[in-house]
């Protein structure tokens, strides 16, 4: 039966097998423990990713992947939705063990669904960790350190939740139809934030509108985002006891919370 073809609204590029046994070994999933795989395509990762674990959801949009997929794989959980307009804290709150996220993800959506899973582990659902394919740029955004220029809101967002590593670097050749891009698979590590960094909706305002604005100095880039808060920049930084004529991508996550702290 032939498969149906790469969708570019969906904006799918399916893994070739090699590679694909590349990730589930590094994935290495256990009989004990529960998958969600994002955007399994045409199962080349669903199939050894269910022989392996002992429960495998998987959330395809493509309506005719998700039929293909349940006529192979009736043992597969597979919901055929929109990850981003899934409530993911409600779809897994009848999960007994941790969670382990698994995703080749649309380039095009891939930073809003690691928001999306950063904000479901924030708000108490139990993941484990995840591993996700995504545009090398994005994964370089996402190990991005202080001072550099990859620096920025997701690397400061993902990580105040969780530790990020590079598993390994895929050539464009690995995908079928092949991207104009090169790829990463990167693993989040899920865990309790590791500052305090006071009201959560208020670290994202600061962050979003420091990075806004990175070129400039810490000072000037603050000004909106304090007006935005009814408060005076200067007193700000001199609260959290920082230069302002540093730029915002030398802020390290310590930093960044005291800053955020003092905003409230």
Do not use: C
């Amino acid at each position: 039966m032939a498969r149906p073809p790469a969708r570019r609204r969906f904006g799918q590029h399916f893994l070739e097998p090699a590679w694909a046994s590349r990730i589930v070994e590094a994935v290495d999933p256990q009989p004990d423990q529960t998958l969600l795989e994002i955007g399994p395509g045409h199962g080349v990762m669903t199939a050894p990713l269910a022989a392996r674990a002992g429960r495998l959801l998987a959330v395809e949009i493509d309506r005719d992947l998700a039929r293909g997929l349940r006529a192979r794989l009736p043992a597969v959980h597979l919901i055929e939705a929109d990850v981003l307009a899934l409530d993911l804290p409600r779809l897994l709150a009848a999960e007994s063990t941790p969670l382990r996220v698994v995703g080749n993800l649309p380039y095009n959506v891939a930073t809003p669904i690691l928001f999306r899973l950063a904000g479901a582990a924030r708000h108490g659902t139990v993941i484990s960790d995840a591993t996700l394919m995504l545009q090398r740029e994005v994964a370089e955004r996402l190990l991005a350190a202080p001072g550099t220029s990859g620096y920025g809101a997701l690397a400061v967002q993902i990580g105040l939740l969780a530790e990020v590593s590079r598993v390994l670097n895929l050539p464009p050749g690995a995908f079928r139809p092949a991207p104009k891009v090169r790829s990463a698979v990167v693993r989040l590590r899920f865990r309790p934030p590791v500052v305090d960094v006071g009201e959560a909706s208020a670290f994202e305002r600061l962050v979003r509108g420091l990075f806004h604005q990175r070129r400039k100095t810490l000072l000037n880039a603050l000004r909106p985002v304090a007006a935005s808060f009814g408060r005076d920049p200067g007193e700000l930084l001199e609260q959290a006891a920082l230069d302002g004529s540093r730029r915002p991508g030398t802020l390290a996550l310590a930093e960044m919370a005291r800053l955020s702290r003092a905003v409230l």
